[in-house]
C-alpha cells in the first residue's frame, strides 16, 4: 500500500503507487542480464450531497446557504464544487478507463458535497454481477494507505488515555522479541516512517483465504533494521502494521474491533471497516476493483498489514473523518481532544533527529504535511493494486476533499494524474491566495543567485536510490531501478531526473540553506550534508515527508552496474551456444582427428573435467539470471514465492560462482598449451564474465542469507 513506490505494494504503499512501476523495473532488470465502459455523469442518485446526521444516518442535503468567499477566488458553494468536479472527475473516466470514482468534499464543519461517478461494477463479470453505479453514500471503497491515518488516530487515543507513550521503546508493548540493532523504536518513529526497517514485499498482499492474523504479520520473517531510528524517513508499511498490533496488545482488543468501536461508532461512519472479509452487509456495496474498464475484475485484494491499509469506507464516511480531524464533530462524537488533534497535524520530528533533512518537509504523527508556502495543509495517500485515493485537509480554511478510484486506468500514471488534479485544483480554485503565492515565487527567485548557490549545487551532483527498498535480501535488486540523477546546471540550480513522482526532469532552485523548491512550483527538496567547507558532500535528500533518496556508492550506479552485467552475460551465451555448436560440427569424420588431438594435448581426465565443469557453471548463471527474473515478476504481482524456490535457485547460482576456479584453470591450460588467440581469449573472457556475475550476485544480496523480502 501507498500514498502516493510497489510503491512497492500497493494496498500499503506511497506511496504502493512508486511499487509497482519500480518491481517492474526491477524484473525488467534482471529479465534484460539474461539477453534475459465506464459511465462519466454522476448518477442521479449518487451525484447528491448527502450530509449525516449526527448519528451518522444520512440526512437531507444541507441548504446552500451564502457562498463561502476563500482566498483562491471561486465561492466553496455546493453547486459550484459539483459543476468542477464533474469537469475534472467525470469526464476524465471514459479518457483514463477508470471504470468509477468516489468523491467528497467538507467546508465550514460540514459536508458540502458528495459525488459519484462511472461505475462500482461494470457487469462483466457474471450473471449475478450486473452494473452499478457509484453511489458515495453508499458504495465502498478500498482506501489502501489512507488507512494508515485513520490507524493513527485510534493510536493516539491510547496516548491520550495514558495507555501508551509515544516516545517509549515498543518492546515493552510486544509478545516477541523485535530485532533493533540500529536502535529502540518509538511509536512516535513508527508513526512518522523513521524506524529504519527495509522494504518488505512478501505477504503485502493476497488473495480471498490468505488472510494473517496480526500478530502473524508482524511477526512472520519481519525486515531488518537497517538505519538508526529517527534519521532516515523510510516509508514502511511493516512500521505502521508494528503500531497497530501495539495498539491492539495494549487495548486487549482485536484491531478491527478496536477501531469499529473507538473510532467508526463513535464519529457516526456507518459504513466503513477494517475487516477482512467485509461483513456481509459492507461487501454487498463494496466497488468492484479493475485494472482498468476493458479488462476483468480482480478478487478482492487481502491486505495483511492490516492497519497499514485493509480499511474500506464510503466518501461520506471520510468525510466524517475530515470532519473529526478539522475538529468539527459534536463533542459527544470527538475522536480525539483539540490538544491530540494539534500533535498529531504537526511535525514531529525536528533537526535533533533528522538533522538538516528538517529544513524540508516532515511528517506529521500519521500524516504527510502537505503544506506549501501559502496553504498549510495535511493528508494521506492510498493505492492497493486496483483502488487508488487521496485525502487533504486544509484547517486554516476548514475543508477536506476525498478522492478514490476503483480502477488504475489504461496509463501507468492515470490515477496519479487525475487525483493530482483532484487536489491541487480544488486548492487552487478555492483556497490558495494567488498574490501570496506569486509573492513567494518572486522572493524566491533570486535562491539561484545566493552566493553558495553554485557550491550547494555542485555538493547535490550525483545518482541517488531510495531508502524504501530491501537491503538485506534479493530484493536489493529493487534498487537498480528508479535511481535519480541530480545535475548542477550552470546558473546555480540542479536538473534532478526523474523528479519525484514523475517522469520527466525537475529544475529545483536553493531557497534555504539545504532546502530546494521547484522552479514554478511548490515541491521541496531537502538535502542532509556530511562534512564541512569543500570536502562537505550531499549524503541524502528528502522530499514528500517520509521519503529519502540515499546517495548510491559507484557500484551502486545502474550505468555502471548494469553495462558490465549485460557484457558477461553476452559472454556466457556466446560461450554457451558455441559449445554445443561446435560439438555438433565436429561429428562425421573428423571426430576421430578431433579426439586424437586432444588426447595428444592432454585435453583428457582432469583437464577435460575442467572445461565441463566450467560450461556447467556458465549454464547455471544463466539458468539463475533467468529465474531472479520470474521471481521478480512474481514479487511485481505480490504473489508469494516459496522459500524452498528461492534457495534452490541461491544453489544454482552458487554452481556459477564456484565455477570460476575451473573456468580459470581452463583458460590456465589455453595459455600454457599455446592454443588459439580465439580460444584462449574466450576462455579468459568467460573467467572475467563469471566473476562479475559472482561479485553482482554477492552486492545484490542474491546469495543473501535471508531470502525474506
Known amino acids: 500500500m501507498t500514498s502516493t513506490p510497489p510503491t512497492i505494494p500497493p494496498a500499503t504503499r506511497p506511496r504502493a503507487r512508486r511499487l509497482l512501476p519500480r518491481l517492474a523495473a526491477a524484473a525488467a532488470v534482471v529479465a534484460l542480464a539474461v539477453p534475459l465502459a465506464a459511465c ?41 464544487v459539483d459543476a468542477w468536479l464533474d469537469g475534472a472527475v467525470g469526464s476524465a473516466l471514459p479518457t483514463t478507463g477508470i471504470p468509477g470514482a468516489t468523491v467528497s468534499v467538507v467546508a465550514d464543519g ?38 494508515k491515518v485513520v ?26 522479541d523485535l530485532d533493533t540493532p540500529k536502535g529502540a523504536i518509538t511509536l512516535r518513529h513508527l508513526l512518522t516512517h523513521t524506524a529504519g526497517f527495509e522494504e518488505v514485499i512478501a505477504g503485502l498482499i493476497g488473495t480471498p483465504g490468505s488472510e494473517r492474523t496480526l500478530r502473524e504479520a508482524v511477526t512472520t520473517a519481519p525486515p531488518a533494521q537497517v538505519y538508526a531510528p529517527g534519521t532516515t524517513p523510510a516509508y514502511s508499511n511493516y512500521g505502521a502494521t508494528l503500531a497497530g498490533y501495539v ?10 474491533e478496536l477501531l469499529q468501536e473507538e473510532v467508526f461508532d463513535r464519529a457516526g461512519m456507518t459504513s466503513s471497516s477494517f475487516a477482512q472479509p467485509l461483513p456481509d452487509d459492507l461487501d454487498a456495496r ?46 459527544d462524537q470527538a475522536l480525539l481532544e483539540p490538544a491530540t488533534l494539534a500533535e498529531m497535524h504537526r511535525p514531529a520530528l525536528g533537526a535533533d533527529q533528522l538533522g538538516t533533512l528538517a529544513v524540508g518537509q516532515r511528517m506529521d504523527l500519521g500524516f504527510f504535511d502537505d503544506s506549501t508556502p501559502d496553504l498549510a495543509a495535511f493528508g494521506h495517500d ?5 483502488f487508488h485515493s487521496a485525502m487533504r485537509m486544509f484547517p486554516d480554511a476548514d475543508a477536506g476533499i476525498f478522492v478514490s478510484f476503483n480502477g488504475s486506468g489504461r496509463a501507468a500514471t492515470d490515477t496519479l494524474e487525475l487525483r493530482t488534479a483532484v487536489l491541487q485544483g480544488f486548492a487552487d480554485r478555492y483556497l490558495r491566495d494567488d498574490a501570496g503565492a506569486d509573492a513567494t515565487s518572486d522572493d524566491s527567485s533570486g535562491g539561484a543567485d545566493r552566493p553558495d548557490g553554485a557550491a550547494a549545487a555542485a555538493a547535490m551532483a550525483g545518482v541517488y536510490t531510495s531508502s524504501r527498498s530491501p537491503v538485506t535480501n534479493p530484493g536489493a535488486l529493487l534498487a537498480l531501478s528508479g535511481q535519480t ?44 550534508v556530511d562534512g564541512e567547507g569543500p570536502d562537505a558532500t550531499v549524503s541524502a535528500v528528502s522530499w514528500g515527508a517520509s521519503f529519502t533518496m540515499l546517495r548510491a556508492q559507484p557500484w551502486q550506479v545502474a550505468s555502471v552496474a548494469l553495462p558490465s552485467v549485460i557484457a558477461a552475460v553476452v559472454v556466457l551465451l556466446v560461450s554457451v551456444v558455441a559449445w554445443p555448436t561446435a560439438a555438433l560440427v565436429g561429428l562425421g569424420r573428423r571426430t576421430g582427428r578431433r579426439d586424437l588431438v586432444a588426447a595428444r594435448r592432454g585435453e583428457t581426465g582432469p583437464r577435460r573435467r ?18 531472479w527474473g520470474v521471481v521478480a515478476g512474481q514479487a511485481m504481482a505480490f504473489q508469494d514465492v516459496s522459500a524452498v524456490s528461492l534457495r534452490v535457485l541461491q544453489a544454482v547460482q552458487l554452481v556459477g560462482v564456484v565455477a570460476i576456479v575451473p573456468a580459470a584453470v581452463a583458460a590456465v591450460q589455453a595459455v600454457r598449451e599455446h592454443r588459439g588467440w580465439a580460444s584462449v581469449t574466450g576462455r579468459v573472457l568467460v573467467v572475467v564474465a563469471l566473476v562479475v556475475l559472482a561479485a553482482f550476485a554477492v552486492a545484490w544480496r542474491l546469495l543473501s542469507p535471508s531470502v525474506s523480502f
Do not use: C
Open 247 to 256: 495498539a491492539e496488545r495494549v487495548s486487549g482488543e482485536p484491531f478491527a
Open 286 to 331: 463494496l466497488a468492484t476493483g479493475y485494472p482498468d474498464d476493458s479488462k476483468p475484475s480482480v478478487p478482492t485484494e487481502v491486505v495483511n498489514a492490516a492497519p497499514a491499509g485493509a480499511m474500506s469506507a464510503t466518501a461520506t464516511d471520510m468525510a466524517r473523518f475530515m470532519l473529526a480531524h478539522l475538529g468539527d464533530l459534536p463533542d
Open 151 to 176: 490507524s493513527a488516530t485510534a493510536i493516539m487515543q491510547l496516548v491520550e488515555a495514558g495507555e501508551l507513550d509515544l516516545d517509549a521503546d515498543v518492546q515493552q508493548y510486544l509478545d516477541f
Open 40 to 80: 462519466s455523469t454522476g448518477a442521479a442518485a449518487s451525484a447528491t450531497g448527502t450530509a449525516p446526521d449526527a448519528t451518522g444516518a444520512a440526512a437531507e442535503p444541507a441548504p446552500p446557504a451564502g457562498p463561502h468567499r476563500q482566498p483562491g477566488g471561486r465561492d466553496l458553494t455546493k453547486d459550484d
Open 485 to 528: 540523477t541530480i545535475v548542477p546546471r550552470t546558473d546555480g540550480t540542479i536538473a534532478v531526473t526523474p523528479k519525484p513522482l514523475g517522469v520527466t526532469t525537475g529544475v529545483y532552485e536553493l531557497v534555504d540553506d539545504h532546502l530546494w523548491r521547484e522552479v514554478g512550483g511548490d515541491a521541496l527538496l531537502a538535502s542532509r
Open 610 to 627: 575442467a572445461l565441463l565443469l566450467s560450461r556447467i557453471g556458465q549454464a547455471a548463471t544463466l539458468l539463475a539470471l533467468a529465474g
Open 110 to 147: 460540514q459536508l458540502l458535497t458528495a459525488r459519484g461517478y462511472g461505475l462500482a461494477d461494470t457487469g462483466t463479470g457474471t450473471e449475478d454481477s450486473p452494473a452499478r453505479a457509484v453511489d458515495p453514500d453508499d458504495t465502498l471503497f478500498r482506501i489502501g494507505s489512507v488507512s
Open 382 to 386: 492510498g493505492d492497493t493494486q486496483v
